[in-house]
């Protein structure tokens, strides 16, 4: 898979052409253009090469290289580095598939550098550059239409998640209560974890980058990530409140084990009880004693036996009357 996915300059955003890497310090001296670079998975060398075209801190390119990082946004000198997490739900396996895009945003250049489980962004591209008018904003609005595109995988993974509590909600209420159906939730709360942490620090990125204090970001691009602001917030509302109906859902299962352990426990006690009368009686003519009442009575033996039996019925009776049985 080729690490150069794109490597393409603008004028008033319109695509001018695919350019090389030696291309690029000449089309960022001119004022009116700016260069849109994308990464995928990019080696060291390649990463070095970039750096110094861009002049990009030794720091950035570091976490660049290494990914797995935590979605964060930083200022070195005159470039803008963010990183955001990637997710879609893998329909193979039934769980999510996390990735990272890193951006560089300087003065004039874009670049973006994707690791792990991410979608292309040629689709992205595509739409910006239907929409010139948009597009000649520069840097910022192709900066906004990634990560927006990023922000939106996250309503498909949450409804599937959704769709798993559903189901779990279902096997609580409905079906026998099992150690599979804890399993399951616990999974389930693991995921909604990892969404939490790759969502939450977006609306502190989100505040950053509307903040006028960032002039690598135009004032007029700035609104825009309101939007991507908005929609954060409404994931971390889904998660929050996925997490609230899972934890319901949790606690429900483990009243209703512990209910259905305690009816076994009754059915226990209850046999228990019956079973301790001919026990008894059995015990005390057991015993090798010479005079014991009705011992030469002809009769003694099955009048005892049947007294056993109706006995044991009787219990049977009251307990299974109060639901013990």
Not at 28 to 34: E, G, Q, T
Not at 153 to 173: G, M, R, S, T
């Amino acid at each position: 898979m080729h690490e150069v996915v794109n490597s393409i300059a603008y004028i008033d955003g319109r695509r001018v052409a695919n350019i090389d890497l030696e291309q690029i310090s000449g089309e960022l001296k001119s004022p009116d253009r700016f260069v849109w670079v994308g990464l995928h998975e990019p080696n060291s060398e390649t990463l070095s090469k970039y750096q110094k075209e861009f002049r990009l801190h030794d720091l950035a390119i570091e976490d660049a290289h290494n990914a797995h990082q935590r979605p964060k946004i930083e200022t070195y000198g005159d470039t803008l580095f963010i990183v955001l997490r990637t997710a879609q739900m893998n329909s193979v396996l039934h769980r999510i598939d996390f990735g990272e895009t890193h951006f560089f945003v300087g003065d004039h250049f874009l670049v973006t550098v994707r690791h792990g489980s991410s979608i292309s962004y040629a689709d992205v591209r595509s739409r910006c550059e239907s929409t010139p008018h948009l597009l000649k904003k520069g840097q910022g609005f192709a900066l906004y239409a990634v990560m927006d595109a990023i922000v939106d995988q996250y309503f498909p993974v949450l409804e599937a998640l959704e769709e798993d509590l559903l189901n779990i909600e279902d096997k609580v209420f409905n079906v026998k209560p099992t150690r599979e159906t804890t399993e399951s939730i616990y999974q389930l709360k693991r995921q909604l974890l990892e969404v939490k942490r790759a969502v939450s620090p977006l609306i502190d990125i989100c505040n950053r980058l509307m903040r006028y204090d960032i002039k690598l970001i135009p004032e007029e691009t700035q609104p825009y990530f309101r939007d991507i602001y908005d929609h954060s917030l409404r994931i971390n509302e889904m998660v929050d409140h996925t997490r609230e109906l899972l934890n319901t859902a949790l606690e429900a299962n483990f009243s209703l084990l512990s209910i259905m352990q305690s009816e076994v426990s009754k059915k226990f006690a209850g046999w228990a009880a019956i079973i301790a009368v001919p026990t008894m009686v059995a015990g005390f003519y057991g015993m090798n004693f010479k005079f014991m009442p009705e011992l030469s009575w002809h009769y003694g033996y099955p009048v005892v036996v049947t007294g056993t039996i109706v006995l044991c019925l009787i219990i049977f009776y009251l307990f299974r009357k109060s639901g013990w049985l």
